[in-house]
């Protein structure tokens, strides 16, 4: 009963360290803000000014204008976002956050009728998903520019604000009391992961329902072939004690120590990291990466203010504002690096990964990996 109820103390405590801090602590878990499903009128702002961008950037008076925006990273991004928006412009924004899966849901159902103006967030796979069933559609925006092209869909379409890349967490608490004398080095390569000394304290996001999930098992088929990938998701589905829905969970729950490794993106794990829990961090040879973009929603294409909420989506002022919030890295090479990470120019991934190449066989990649699952 003592550890049961020290557990949910320990819970309670990160979960308000998450909520209660400023920059990457503040950002909600996701189990939490998966729920947050009804649509919210961005506050009052709070009367502070932000550094002066041009006008096609987010200064134009857009008084008396109202747009509708669907978020698909953390509930307090988008938030963050259409507060700034309104205070620069005066237009009222309504936000609407949900996972990428249920997003895409919502806005197929919809297609005749769309209820939102601009989606942002979510892994790219999301939105070129949408993109071939005609529901976003090419916006030319004033910055954009200002974006490697690399990060930029070639036909116009979306527009990546940020990336997300793999990485092998460990509770550092936990290794230096368990394997201190174990003679084994800290896993970061994707075979140690395998070790049986391993088994069951593995936590990572189910591909099925979540982006993350997905991403890691398709960039172990892009970085070791089919064959010997495949031969390898067996072994690691072996190791793993939990498949959870979300991409967030399993550094939260290494964080707190009821497992020992996480895989999933290292924005996440900085956020546990600089909340105050015992989390080292390695993006491994041949992690996956993938975009997290904005893009125009198709019947919106001339909307002025949609039109600037896209152009200000891309400006330093509004990806720093992400990146002091989730800890994640701005494509923009201006833009400030997470705490505790690196920026972009300094990162090292698996640049031959292709995650739009991973999107066209997410079905049946998704398929026969469920068919190994518990």
């Known amino acids: ?70 978020g698909s990273y953390h509930e307090d991004m988008v938030k963050r976002l259409a507060e700034m928006f309104e205070e620069r412009t005066g237009c009222k924004v309504s936000y609407l956050r949900m996972p990428t899966g249920e997003a895409v849901a919502k806005m197929t159902a919809e297609k005749d009728n769309p209820s939102v103006n601009v989606y942002l967030g979510g892994t790219v796979d999301g939105h070129e998903n949408l993109v071939q069933q ?3 559609v090419p916006y030319k925006s004033s910055t954009e520019a200002e974006i ?16 997300e890349t793999l990485s092998i967490g460990v509770n550092t608490e936990r290794w230096k009391k368990e394997f201190a004398d174990s003679g084994l080095e800290m896993p970061t390569t994707l075979e140690e992961l395998i070790n049986p000394a391993f088994k069951g304290e593995i936590i990572t996001p189910d591909p099925s329902s979540s982006g993350t999930g997905y991403t890691f098992i398709s960039s172990v088929l892009e970085y070791m072939g ?58 491994y040879e041949g992690a996956g990466w ?13 909307n002025q203010a949609a039109q600037a909420f ?53 079905s049946e990649t998704v398929d026969k990996f469920a068919a190994m699952m518990p």
């Open 290 to 302: 993938t975009m997290v973009p904005v893009s125009m929603v198709a019947g919106s294409e001339d």
């Open 134 to 136: 005609g529901l976003l």
């Open 1 to 70: 009963m003592k550890r049961n109820l020290l557990a949910l103390a320990v819970s309670a405590a990160m979960t308000a360290s998450l909520l209660g801090g400023c920059g990457g602590s503040n950002q909600k878990t996701a189990e939490s803000t998966v729920k947050q499903e009804e649509t919210t009128k961005a506050p009052e702002s709070d009367g502070k000014s932000e550094e002066a961008e041009p006008a096609e950037a987010g200064q134009l008076d857009l008084s008396g204008q109202e747009i509708s925006i669907l």
């Open 310 to 362: 896209v152009d200000f989506c891309l400006t330093k002022d509004a990806l720093d504002a992400l990146v002091e919030l989730a800890n994640c890295v701005a494509v923009r090479d201006d833009c400030i690096a997470p705490e505790g990470g690196s920026k972009l120019s300094e990162l090292n991934f698996n640049r031959e990964y292709d995650p739009i190449a991973a999107a066209s066989v997410k």
């Open 226 to 283: 089919e064959e010997k990938g495949w031969e390898y998701l067996e072994q690691f589905n072996e190791q793993v004690g939990q498949y959870t829905s979300s991409g967030y969970t399993p550094a939260e729950k290494t964080g707190l120590g009821e497992y020992l490794i996480c895989v999933n993106f290292l924005a996440d794990q900085l956020i546990v990291k600089t909340s105050g829990y015992p989390m080292s961090s390695t993006v």
């Open 148 to 163: 490697p092209s690399e990060y930029l869909d070639p036909n116009g379409v979306w527009k990546s604000q940020y990336i």
